[in-house]
Each structure stands twice: as C-alpha cells, then as structure tokens.
C-alpha cells in the first residue's frame, strides 16, 4: 500500500512556519500534495518549494477537508485550540506547536531522540513541546538512562526569534512592541506570563514537559527563563545531580554518542543558527554536591526547538 | 587632626577609571589633590573632575611618591603586580581593582556592605572583588546571617562592558577584536580562560572569592559564567539552598531591608545603569529541594561591580 501524504501547513507565514518549510525543501521530504493556511492578514502570499509556487490561504472552518492527512500546526494557542480537534475528529493527524494539549495525559509529547514510541498511541493529536523543554530533554535522557537524575536546575539564555516576527524587529530597531521591555543590549527576566507562585509559565512548561517527556512525574527540577539579546538560538545553563557515581568522561563519551547532539568546546547560538543538532558544551564535574555537573546546552529554537521537531515527528510515524 | 588625602588614580581613562571618576562627582567625595596615571599612550588627555582640568600622566616608577596617601589602581593584573607593593611600601593605602591579590590570606578583599570590619587589618593593600562575586555576595550575605547558606549555584549574564573599551566596540560593529567570539546577537558561556579542570578562571574567582568574603570556606557554590550582548549591567541567575528553614516572605524581608539592595518584579540591566545599588527579583521558593529558592540579581557592572565599590571602602577607611 503506498500511503499518500496530503499535508496542511497551519501559520505557514510565521517565525516556525517559515523554518518548517525550509525544513521541508533542504530534507527533500516527501509529500503529494500540501496546502499553507495563515491568517486573513497573510492569505495570498506566494510560498515557493520544491520550485513550485503556493499561496497561502485563509484558514477558515471549511479548510480542513478528510483530504488532508496530515496537519501542522504553528499558528500559535488560539488557532490550536479551535482548528486542532477540527482536524482530529476529521481523521487528520495534527501535530501541535502549541501549549494548548501538552500536558493533556492521553496525548503523546514528543522528541523523536527521547520518546519517539509514545507517538504510536496518539488518537490523531501529537504535542511538539516548548523549545526550551526539547533541547534539555535532548541533554538529559541519555544521561539519566545512565546516571539517574536526582535534581535538574535550569537557567535559559532566550532569543528574541521564539517571541516572534514582531520581537525580532525590537532587537533590530531597539523598540519594545511585541516585547514587554526593551531588549535591544539589556536583557529580563521574564519569559511569558507571571504566575501566582512567583514563576513565569514559561518557566513551569519546563518543569512540566520535562517531567511528562522523561516519564519521570517526581523528578525534582526548577528554572528560570530570562530573554536574552540574542537574535536566533536558546541557551541554557544546566546544573544536574545525578544518583549513580561517575566519571566526568563518562558523562562526556554518553553526550557525544547520543542522538541529535554534538559537542563543543564553547556551544554558542551563532554556531546553531540555521542547523538541527543541539550542542553541548561546558562539561564539567560541581563539586558543590555528590553527584553534580554543569552543562551548557544550545540549540535553534525554531529548528530543532520546534519546525525540525515536528518534523522529525512526521518522519518517524 | 585634619587628615590629607592625596589621591592617585591608576588607569583614569578606562571603563572602570571613568566610572569611578564619575561616582567621585556625583558623590562629591572630599580630597586635597587628585592625579590621574594612565598608560603612555593615554597621557596627555584632559580630565573634568568637580569643574576643576586635570591632564592624565604616564605611570612610571616616579609617579607614587609619599605626597599619596591613596592610590586606586584601576588598570589590570600587570600593572597592579608591579605598582600595587610599590606604593604600599611608601605607605600608600592601595584600593586594588585586580584580582592580583584577592587571595592573599594576609590582604581584606571588601564589600563594604558584606565585611567592612576586615579592612582595618589591611597592610597597605585593599583588594575589590570581580564584579561578579560583589552582587552576589551583596545578595547571599543578608540571607546567609538568618538561613545558613548550604549550596548556591550561578548563572551569569555578563555585559560587554566588563571586558573593556575595545569589547564594547565589538558589540557596536559586531566586531571579534577584543573578544574571542562576535558578541553581537550572540552570546558566548566563556568568560576569562580555560583551567585545566574545565572551569574558566573568571567562575573560579566567583567560587573562591565568595568564599573569603564570607568567611565560609567551605561553601558548596559552583557557577558558569556567560557573556552576554547586554552593553552594561551584570545578571546572575542565582540558586540557593539553605540549612535553615523560612517562609518566602521572610526571605523577601531579609533582601528588603539589606544595604544596597532594591527588589524589583523584573530587574534588568538598562534599570541600573550608572546606579550603585544591586537590584534584585524573581524571589520565589524552588520546589525541587527541602529549603531552596531562586532569585534574578543584577548590578552595574563598572559601578557597584567595581568603581563604586572601591569609592564606598574609601569612604569606610
């Protein structure tokens, strides 16, 4: 049976949309036939793949037809939520950029390197998870099928692109539109929206996805989101205490033999832009506690932090 | 008696010199005579100081003479290693900006704030701490008389400024001269250089100056340091366990009526600039450890991180 491939591409003018289908080209992934949907605002914009020619459409409640089998969304919480059961009930397999299903226990979250065999039991809806929870998920699975993780402290280093087209133009023209404050040479922290606890819930999709990911509901993990004056590429600075003993090159020979990741010296946002891998570097034994390390862990936050992502997804079903 | 003050300025046309220029004014700090030391290639150049002109003079083995009672030394290891000893044997009290002699057991490294009782054991020589140990131990210190510090954990977020002139043209150009790595839109987690057990020295001096100026040698603190494109202002992402127990609010009193410390929601570099006072945020209970808390700490780098604190210990003596 030769399965057809009618894909939806929902934002297709956005941040991740954009990288998503530049993806799609430098992979040559294949389809038969694809549709680009956006808001009414970038409806009848030309998209050019694979040397043909689209343009885009406004997504209505009539767009999603049982053509299509598979759709991508990256229009951001209130598209998802209305469009992407829409899809389901269809027959339609939507795999979700947003935060609206992440933590909902009957859909699967996935980071093809981590959980890809979750993916098998979705009833049509797969969660892409947030960009900062896929590269430390990346970092810690292969080291906690090792080591065992004890407690995971997290600090991120955030670009202005995973805030979107708008907040890019604030770094480029030291406004503050779509940012809150100015960030052109400053940095705050404050990533998304302050909860009653005191954390952000940028900060709690972290701890959250995190735990779900790694299948791990008790896993003792805290973090702190702060965006940084980088154009393109997270960083995050991680703290780890493990279970087991080890050897500070154990640790380094597991990162550098687990998927997806590549180690350097000095990892650094400009060295990932564009590229799927999540680097690593900065290893080295905290002699603060027992069984401690810090890590320093880059990745593209549109690339590998979302479109590669949902794509790596689409590729293994 | 009316005690004379005759002060030298060691490396009066840096960052560093001119902030503490600047602070001199703005304080309106009482001396008799000032003179301003620079390199040859910086002599000759005019300085405004209390609306009175001055011209900066090449630092030679003739400059220090017994007519100084004070020299700050503002201009590097170098130059502090040959001139600091110099001037303390002709009995000039040294105010030292390097980190040359930190860690002599037998020389005060002062934050006015944290242990201003030990700079009246000084021989001669006064040491100020890297800009990055002073905010936090600002910050721990009220906290560790009440909770007991048990492990602390840092991040930093360190501006260009902190490299000097040339670095921050660097950012300005988007240039590599002065730093390793183009900075602009960029960050890069390697301040300082490379030791041998894979820490930079600038992270080694936040652990081992921490731990003097606390009087706790001992300490389980680790830390990764990062540069950052802020322009100016320092950002420590700061975790923190205690032997003690405490109510959140007993932690956001403690930091409310410490010395040099402001809580904001969301501090951030462009909120301190040309400030003294260590800025602190994000104050709230981390959940993944029996007695833990995270909180954001930011300060002026060039000021409170350097320039102003050595003034506040002149002011103190």
Known sequence: MIKIRNIAIIGATGLVGQ????????????????SFFTSKKSAGKKIELKNKAYITEELTEQSLTKDFNYAFFFAGGDISKKYVPIAAKLGIIAIDNS????????IPLIVPEVNIEKAANHKNIIANPNCTTIQAVVALKPLHDKFNLKRVIISTYQA?????????????????NALKYKIQKNLFPEVGEFLENGY?????????????ILDFKNLNITATCVRVPV???????????????????????????????????????A??????????GRIRRDESVKNGINIFVVADNLRKGAATNALQIFEKL
Chains 1, 2 share one sequence.
């Open 231 to 269: 154009l393109n590429g997270h960083s995050e600075s991680i703290n780890i205490e493990f279970e087991n003993e080890f050897k500070i090159e154990e640790i380094i020979t597991t990162l550098e033999n687990a998927k997806g990741i590549k180690l350097q010296t000095t990892p650094q946002p």
């Open 160 to 176: 202005v692109s995973g805030a979107g087209i708008e907040a890019v133009r604030d770094i480029e023209n030291g406004t503050a």
């Open 271 to 280: 060295n990932i832009n564009g590229k799927d891998d999540v680097l690593i």
């Open 99 to 106: 935060s609206v299903f992440r933590m909902d226990e009957a």
């Open 200 to 212: 952000t819930d940028e900060e709690i999709k972290i701890i959250n996805e995190t735990r779900k």
């Open 19 to 34: 990288n998503f289908i530049k993806a799609l080209e430098e992979k040559n992934i294949k389809f038969d036939n694809i």
